[in-house]
């Protein structure tokens, strides 16, 4: 399997354009995670989905941010308008979703860096 | 809400050497332990996973273990190399699937 795929790997934009980023989960898992990293706030959840469903958005910042994952196979991470403060390593990853949770492992993929500019 | 440290927040040692790296968390309500490890550029890769029932896990030159009462676990690398050079995050799941990481160490191991 190829893992956790995320597009583009780097993003350059300017403050008040539409930000759209990609995930495409392992094949086969029920789990999907966004994850923001920053140096001042660590690696954060932003929101995942069990099953195509969204399960906890808490993690969301602001309605700028909004996910969706119209399939199994494929989720999107959009912002809009972006502000700088924005600025970040964005991180999907995907876990099969056994019961209880207490063993699964999260699979990431190699990240968005996103520039706000 | 559920807060996770590590110390150190950097570490240099030369090859060769056993460390220990170090993560504690506020609240012991939780479903399990996981140590990962972030290279430069790249996404996060799980090194090992302790279930709240279990001390302990061993994965090669790693073991980490884990003590809920006192909300610690350490993971212990033995005989370092170049290679073990990266970002560690600890991470303990609060809910399900949720998980609240810590800050990372950051090791360099020196040949």
């Known amino acids: 399997d190829a893992g956790v795929i995320q597009s583009p790997r780097h993003e350059v934009t300017e403050m008040g354009q539409e930000v759209t980023l990609r995930c495409k989960p392992i094949s086969g898992h029920d789990y999907l995670f966004w994850y923001r990293q920053t140096m001042m706030r660590g690696l954060e959840l932003l929101i995942y989905f069990n099953n195509n469903v969204p399960i906890d958005d808490s993690g969301m910042p602001e309605d700028r941010f909004s996910a969706k994952m119209p399939n199994a196979s494929f989720s999107t991470l959009k912002i809009q308008p972006s502000e700088p403060r924005d600025s970040a390593v964005y991180f999907c990853a995907s876990s099969i979703g056994t019961s209880g949770g207490a063993t699964d492992t999260q699979y990431f993929g190699p990240g968005t860096r996103l520039t706000v500019l | 809400k559920q807060e996770v440290t590590q110390i150190p927040a950097a570490l240099s040692v030369p090859e060769g050497e056993n460390l220990v790296l170090n993560c504690s968390f506020t609240?012991?309500?939780?479903?399990?332990l996981q140590w990962f490890r972030q290279d430069p550029g790249k996404g996060l890769t799980s090194l090992l996973l302790i279930q709240s029932s279990q001390r302990e896990q061993t994965s090669g030159r790693l073991n980490a273990s884990l003590d809920k009462s006192s909300g610690r676990s350490t993971l212990y690398i033995a005989a370092s190399q170049p290679g073990d050079s990266a970002t560690y995050l600890c991470?303990?799941?609060?809910?399900?699937?949720?998980?609240?990481f810590g800050t990372g160490t950051r090791l360099l191991v020196s040949p």
């Open positions: 609240d012991s309500a939780i479903y399990n």
């Open positions: 991470a303990v799941m609060t809910g399900f699937q949720k998980l609240v």
